[in-house]
């Protein structure tokens, strides 16, 4: 069940900025008291970027949805943006906390939920993507960007990327119906949907 209220959706009582003409998703703990001006002109620059080939959700977070209670050092001070088939970004909002922790520790919880779901097999050990499908940036560099395609992946590693995602917002498919290779458009969009009424549901 989804209620919206002013520009706001409320999932099973937590509340989540939508963003209607991007369908962005906004979930952060403690940033918006920490650091005000600089999620602001995060979230504008977002709005402004070309909607994106097939409308998939994003997320804008800074903790693992399935994993609500988990607390970060320095979390206030990252916003992920989650995009199926896009590279996992890291924003630093704060470059005085540049060198937090905080990025492997969110990707070390990937890994915690990727064994606990037997996607690991299909995803590989987070250190063998790493480095190509995640990427830290400051937020500096992020409002330099004039598109979200600059973080785009290959069709391969975009699939990876759809399957991480799952495990983040906690939309987990039964492993044994995944797989690595490409959907078409009209089932990714549907694993896609799929996705966001089930993280409704986790809520």
């Not at 080939?53 to 949805?65: H, V």
């Not at 399935?66 to 607390?71: A, F, G, M, S, W």
């Not at 830290?136 to 759809?162: N, W």
Request: glycine share 4%; proline share 3%; charged share 20%.
């Amino acid at each position: 069940m989804v209620n919206s209220e002013g520009g706001k959706t409320k999932l099973f009582g937590v509340m989540m900025l939508e963003l209607y003409e991007n369908n962005l998703f906004v979930r952060l703990e403690s940033v918006e008291e920490k650091n005000p001006t600089e999620l602001k002109k995060l979230i504008e620059h977002l709005k402004n970027f070309q909607p994106l080939k097939n409308n998939p959700p994003i997320f804008l977070i800074n903790f693992l949805l399935p994993l609500q209670n988990t607390n970060y050092e320095n979390q206030e001070n990252f916003a992920v943006l989650v995009i199926p088939g896009y590279k996992l970004l890291f924003i630093c909002l704060n470059n005085q906390t540049w060198d937090s922790d905080f990025r492997e520790d969110f990707l070390e919880d990937i890994s915690f939920l990727s064994q606990k779901f037997q996607y690991q097999d299909k995803i590989g050990r987070v250190r063998a993507w790493k480095n190509s499908l995640t990427q830290a940036i400051s937020l500096e560099d992020f409002l330099s960007c004039q598109s979200i395609e600059t973080f785009s992946l290959s069709s391969e590693q975009g699939r990876l990327s759809q399957l991480i995602t799952t495990l983040i917002t906690g939309s987990v498919n039964d492993i044994n119906h995944v797989g690595v290779e490409v959907p078409e458009d009209q089932v990714r969009r549907t694993i896609l949907i799929k996705n966001l009424n089930n993280i409704c549901e986790n809520f």
